[in-house]
């Protein structure tokens, strides 16, 4: 069974058609990309993915159960997370409070109304296993809005982490890092465990070639390749209308 | 808790940055025993008079506590918590004075009904945001404040008469008398501001807090945001409720005003001086609102145009209003 399977979807906005009877099947443990031009669907795709907008047709299934539309949440608990393009983080409390309550959601605690959310030590510890895990162990107890841009990427990641999913989706994780921030990005997130499935929609092809096995190639919310890196760099469509020479 | 995940002083410092308050939990603490004892000893050092701006000022600030768990916690602006504030007054008048029930079977049941009222109208209501959540709940404030002027059996805008206040003849003392129904007030508006500081400091306040700051990363981190916020506003609507108890029992009578829309933006106000998403802004705010506005409307009639450049002096100097102010360090004022 694939960790993530799409078929015939369809997107259209009025008369404009995002996404046009796309098929994907991700199997499980896989670092997939999908890479194309501005406009070419990518982040639509995600926020169908994730419940955040209804297909105008198509299914798609997380672990074989179909996504229920308008509810990210249930999206989430079904085993999908996801990193957002721009920074979704609560931006007035600490690190550590970001990742204590991204833990906290998938914890009977999250419910409790009459005992301190410090009270819970489980929720706590996973909170800062996410953090040492993405490397925001000595940020704990600083705001977010302290935080440099790559660190708040970092958390970005690691609040999707906490939710121990099965498939991860990152909308361009590394976008406005600089070189070293990004380096240290596709180390972490290829030191992630290998049975996570990723997902992973990025305009820097050096990340893309640097974290995923797959590749696919959108242009016009329409399947344009897939394939292997090298099967991609070789392909003269995506060449022409995505890649140019350098990558080829 | 385990001893590997036992938290530091430092840490737990860190978890009170969480809140704007004081630099730490001594401070906090401190602020906040002062606070009590001088609340405490104050029968003992004013006039009546005094004692009765007091009285109100903390029924205000209950009130305003339970808008600033909707408002500065959770982000939900509302025009119409005065209708809790009503329905409060108006369910001890029906259990007590229409029904003869005692007070203390008529103010559970009040505080029950008010929720259950509260989660279907927040249900409605929290499908909006911003100026559209705003509007409605002023719109269903409204609606029961006509419906109170109405009803004939609330003798309409007259109101009800003939609130009891407790009991406390087991005491040897009655709560007629002024400062023992002000102790009454200060037990019952200290067990609110408990309850309030446990709620936010709890997981379920946490993710409120998270609503207010990025709604949607909270449903992507697999909360159902929807029931948080039904929760906060029945919550909500409980601790006005209890305010309107107690202003009926002030003034052992309730009429349709109590649920004005005047009053729930008082409310709202108050939350703004004393500082929202900090748990001892409303008492603060309710007090300043309490005690300027008494003094300007003895110095003249036209109080409330001086009252308006009062409130807009403190929202241009106090960023974060009075608390929000002194707890930012100095160097990081605006």
Redo the contacts between chains.
């Keep these: 069974m694939s960790a993530l399977e799409i078929r015939n979807l369809r997107k259209a906005f009025g008369g404009l058609q995002v996404i046009s009877d796309l098929d994907l099947k991700v199997p499980p443990g896989q670092r997939h990309a999908v890479i194309g031009p501005n406009g070419a669907g990518k982040t639509t795709l995600f926020n169908i993915i ?1 419940g955040w907008q209804p297909p105008t047709s198509g299914e798609i299934l997380i672990q074989g159960v179909p996504v229920q539309q308008g509810r ?2 249930l999206v ?2 079904g085993g999908l ?2 990193s ?1 393009q721009k920074n ?7 690190v ?2 970001n990742l ?3 833990c ?4 009977a ?13 489980d ?3 996973k909170a ?1 296993r996410a953090a040492e895990q993405m490397h925001l162990d000595t940020v ?2 600083r ?1 977010v809005n302290e935080l440099s841009y790559g660190q708040k990427r970092q958390l970005e990641v690691a ?1 999707a982490l ?2 121990e999913p099965k498939i991860l989706l990152m909308d361009e994780p590394a976008a406005g890092t600089s070189p070293d921030e990004r380096n240290s990005l596709i180390e972490l997130i290829n030191g992630l465990s290998p049975e996570l499935t990723i997902l992973l929609v990025e305009h820097d092809m050096d990340v893309v070639f640097a974290i995923c096995d797959i590749i696919t190639v959108l242009s016009y919310g329409r399947v344009l390749a897939t394939g292997t890196k090298d099967q991609i760099q070789s392909n003269p469509q995506v060449i022409e209308a995505y890649l140019g020479r350098r990558h080829a | 808790m385990s001893a590997d995940v036992a938290l530091s002083s430092e840490q737990r410092i860190g978890v009170l940055k969480r809140l704007p308050l004081p630099a730490s939990r001594r401070a906090y603490a401190a602020l906040f025993a002062l606070f009590a004892v001088s609340l405490c000893a104050l029968p003992s050092f004013v006039s009546g008079y005094v004692m009765t701006l007091a009285v109100e000022a903390m029924i205000a600030g209950v009130f305003a506590s339970g808008i600033n768990l909707l408002t500065g916690y959770t982000g939900l602006v509302s025009l119409g918590q005065a209708m809790f504030l009503g329905f409060g007054g108006y369910g001890i008048a029906i259990g007590t004075a229409l029904l003869g029930w005692p007070l203390w079977i008529s103010a559970p049941v009040t505080l029950v009904v008010v929720a259950a009222i509260a989660a279907p109208i927040g249900a409605i209501c929290t499908r909006t945001r911003g100026v559209e959540f705003l509007l409605i709940t002023l719109a269903f404030s409204q609606m029961f404040y006509g419906a109170a002027i109405k009803l004939r059996w609330t003798n309409g805008s007259d109101g009800m008469t003939g609130i009891p206040r407790p009991d406390l003849s087991l005491l040897g003392v009655s709560a007629d008398n002024p400062t023992v129904f002000y102790y009454y007030v200060l037990a019952v508006a200290v067990l609110s501001l408990l309850m309030l500081w446990r709620i936010v400091t709890s997981p379920f306040g946490s993710v409120l807090v998270g609503i207010r700051e990025n709604e949607r990363r909270m449903m992507s981190m697999g909360y159902s945001v929807a029931n948080y916020k039904i929760g906060s506003f029945a919550l909500a609507a409980v601790i006005c409720a209890v305010a309107g108890i107690l202003q009926s029992q002030y003034t052992y009578f309730v009429n349709p005003d109590a649920m004005s829309w005047q009053m729930s933006g008082e409310g709202v106000l108050m939350v703004i001086i004393g500082g929202a998403n900090v748990v001892l802004g409303p008492f603060v705010g309710a007090t300043v609102f309490v005690v300027v506005k008494q003094a300007l409307s003895m110095i003249t009639e036209e109080y409330n145009l001086f009252f308006g450049i009062f409130f807009m002096l403190v929202v241009a100097l106090f960023r974060g209003g009075v608390l929000g102010f002194i707890s930012t360090p100095i160097g990081k004022r605006q």
């Design positions: 994730t990210p949440d989430t608990r997370s996801r957002f979704m983080l609560l931006e007035s409390v600490t550590l409070e204590r309550v991204a906290q959601a998938f914890d605690s999250r419910h409790s109304v009459f005992r301190s959310s410090w009270s819970f030590s929720v706590i510890r800062r704990l107890d705001k609040i906490c939710a």
